[in-house]
């Protein structure tokens, strides 16, 4: 069980991190301020989870996870290419709402390949997911 929650903790501190990096990027992109406050309302909320998840490994003596390199060199290019072929809030909205679908993806089969973590665990990528849905959600009145 010890071994599947911090596997999937790393996962999430990981999604957390990249979710932020993204989120930091495309938020000075942006000219509506309504988008902009969502973005950054949710990079700050990523951030204090991202906190949350930091200190339980920390309490169980392990360390969190960086996102990968390349997934962190794509994600900023394929962001910037976009933004500067179409640009706008309407494209800015469509990445990260193509963002939060990854983010969503990637930490339901983390949780279906590491379902022996404490519910406490599960909770917290839970939480990580539930803050994608929403913020996706937010995103459909600008696309």
């Known amino acids: 069980m010890e071994e599947h929650s911090v596997n999937l903790l790393r ?15 495309i938020r000075d992109m942006v000219s509506d301020q309504e988008l902009w406050k969502d973005i950054t309302e949710s990079y700050e909320k990523h951030q204090e989870l991202d906190a949350k998840i930091k200190k339980t490994l920390s309490a169980m003596e392990e360390e969190g996870k960086e996102p990968g390199k390349m997934a962190s060199a794509w994600s900023w290019m394929s962001t910037e290419m976009r933004m500067m072929a179409k640009g706008g809030d309407k494209e800015a909205a469509s990445i990260v709402t193509d963002g939060c679908n990854m983010g969503i993806k990637t930490i339901c089969g983390y949780k279906n390949q590491y379902s022996g973590a404490s519910k406490a665990v599960m909770e917290i990528a839970d939480e990580l997911t539930g803050m994608e849905e929403n913020l996706r959600d937010c995103m459909k009145k600008f696309l």
């Not at 996962?11 to 990027?25: F, R, V």
């Open 11 to 25: 996962e999430c501190d990981s999604g957390c991190k990249m979710a932020a990096e993204s989120l930091g990027q």
